[in-house]
């Protein structure tokens, strides 16, 4: 059973940063590629951040580049979302997720999701 963990989610005013970390087992770690979405009250889940399973490419959404970096840890088995410059419309349970497909920006190509940790960003 492939187990995410996201934790680092809170409050912080707007302009401020905040670092979401998810980790896993080292054998998923080492087979999947891994992406950050987020999901705000009343809409749909949507794509943040995505890293290769190689680590040598990676993937953001047009609203969250040049504030947010993704990283991996491969010693760890730690993924990383840096999110600097926070808006108010940052707010959102942010999700890690696993995938073995090709296209990592698109939800149905995970296959397995963490259970989410909430950041709010206030004006």
């Known amino acids: 059973q492939v187990q995410l963990v996201e934790s680092g989610g809170g409050s912080v005013q707007a302009g401020g940063s905040l670092r979401v970390s998810c980790t896993t087992s080292e054998r998923t770690f080492s087979r999947y590629a891994m992406g950050w979405f987020r999901q705000a009250p009343g809409k749909e889940r949507e794509f943040v951040a995505a890293?290769?399973?190689?680590?040598?490419?990676?993937f953001y959404a047009d609203s969250v580049k040049g504030r947010f970096t993704i990283s991996k840890d491969n010693a760890k088995n730690m993924v990383y979302l840096q999110m600097n410059s926070l808006k108010p419309e940052d707010t959102a349970v942010y999700y890690c997720?696993?995938?073995?497909?090709?296209?990592?920006?698109?939800?149905?190509?995970?296959?397995?999701w963490g259970e989410g940790t909430q950041v709010t960003v206030s004006s």
């Open positions: 997720a696993a995938s073995s497909g090709v296209i990592l920006d698109i939800k149905s190509e995970y296959d397995y």
């Open positions: 890293i290769s399973r190689s680590g040598s490419s990676i």
